[in-house]
């Protein structure tokens, strides 16, 4: 079993950054891809990012790439997101979650509570 914590949200201005952590408990964590997703007010659920088991294989969602980073450190059974240039769009509520395989879209058995991020002048 894995359980998850995020922190590092909270109120920024557009085209400022956050760095999102989510620490995992649990010796199965780096075994596990990752992912971060997004749910705003009214709208559907949004996968972000994901990375492999060892960080060498990552992949982003189309509105983000190029401005947000996703890393881990095993060691420290930690996956993070770096969130650059943000925008009043990228406001919502991010989790993390365990995903069946990098490829997937959709979080797995895991996730975390998540932690809000409001983009606002």
């Known amino acids: 079993q894995v359980q998850l914590v995020e922190s590092g949200g909270g109120l920024v201005q557009p085209g400022g950054s956050l760095r999102l952590s989510c620490a995992a408990s649990g010796s199965s964590f780096r075994t596990y891809a990752m992912g971060w997703f997004r749910q705003a007010p009214g709208k559907e659920r949004e996968f972000v990012a994901a990375?492999?088991?060892?960080?060498?294989?990552?992949s982003y969602a189309r509105s983000v790439k190029g401005r947000f980073t996703i890393s881990r450190d095993n060691g420290e059974n930690t996956v993070f997101l770096q969130m650059n240039s943000l925008k009043p769009d990228d406001t919502a509520v991010y989790f993390c979650?365990?995903?069946?395989?990098?490829?997937?879209?959709?979080?797995?058995?895991?996730r975390g509570q998540g932690t809000q991020v409001t983009v606002s002048s």
């Open positions: 979650a365990t995903l069946p395989w990098v490829g997937s879209s959709d979080p797995g058995n895991y």
């Open positions: 990375i492999n088991s060892s960080g060498g294989t990552t």
